[in-house]
């Protein structure tokens, strides 16, 4: 398996665009992840689904963030309309085992809003 | 809310010496999973060793090895014999069982020293 896959690798946009990462999960994983990372918050996990539902997306700063999950081979996260300070390295992650096991990431997404 | 503190920001070692990175976690639950993960500059997260809660024994894999003391909730690692490509972020993680989603601490930056 070539792992979890993340397009693009980087992403520079304009403030008030609409950005849209993707992921494609290692297949047989029931469990996928959004995380962003930052210098001032660290990890932050964003939402996750189970057998492509959204199960818990508190950590979603606000309505501009989305994700969708269409099948169990694809997610979005979208952003729209972006702003600088969602700059970030996103990362999607996906996990097959229901005992809280390992979680295998892709290589991320560096977004940069200007 | 579970929290994971990683209270070194950056520690060095010198070549094929013994490094030990801290973490402590606070956690309500009585089963869980603890996780160190390394960045290196690829940004890539990889899973370095992984601790189920329940078991005493310290988890090992290869030159890495960490002390669970579950009572003070303190999870370290330690790194023998460094070598260059251990350089990276590690960063300490919990999940709790049938949760599934990861808190991570701040990270250390480990730097070797040739």
């Known amino acids: 398996d070539a792992g979890v896959i993340q397009s693009p690798r980087h992403e520079v946009t304009e403030m008030g665009q609409e950005v849209t990462l993707r992921c494609k999960p290692i297949s047989g994983h029931d469990y996928l992840f959004w995380y962003r990372q930052t210098m001032m918050r660290g990890l932050e996990l964003l939402i996750y689904?189970?057998?492509?539902?959204?199960?818990?997306d508190s950590g979603m700063p606000e309505d501009r963030f989305s994700a969708k999950m269409p099948n169990a081979s694809f997610s979005t996260l979208k952003i729209q309309p972006s702003e600088p300070r969602d700059s970030a390295v996103y990362f999607c992650?996906?996990?097959?085992?229901?005992?809280?096991?390992?979680?295998?990431f892709g290589q991320g997404t560096r977004l940069t809003v200007v | 809310a579970q929290t994971v503190t990683q209270s070194q920001p950056e520690m060095s070692v010198q070549e094929a010496e013994t490094v030990t990175l801290s973490c402590t976690y606070d956690t309500s639950e009585s089963d869980y999973y603890l996780f160190w993960y390394k960045q290196p500059p690829s940004r890539q997260m990889i899973l370095v060793i992984r601790q189920e809660a329940y078991k005493q024994q310290n988890a090992t894999e290869n030159r890495f090895s960490v002390n669970f003391q579950k009572a003070a909730k303190s999870f370290s690692l330690k790194i023998s014999d460094s070598q260059l490509g251990d350089a990276a972020m590690y960063f300490c993680?919990?999940?709790?069982?049938?949760?599934?989603?990861?808190?991570f601490g701040k990270g250390t930056k480990l730097s070797v020293i040739p």
């Open positions: 689904f189970n057998n492509n539902v959204p199960i818990d």
């Open positions: 993680a919990h999940s709790g069982a049938g949760s599934y989603q990861l808190t």
């Open positions: 992650a996906s996990s097959g085992d229901p005992q809280g096991s390992e979680a295998f």
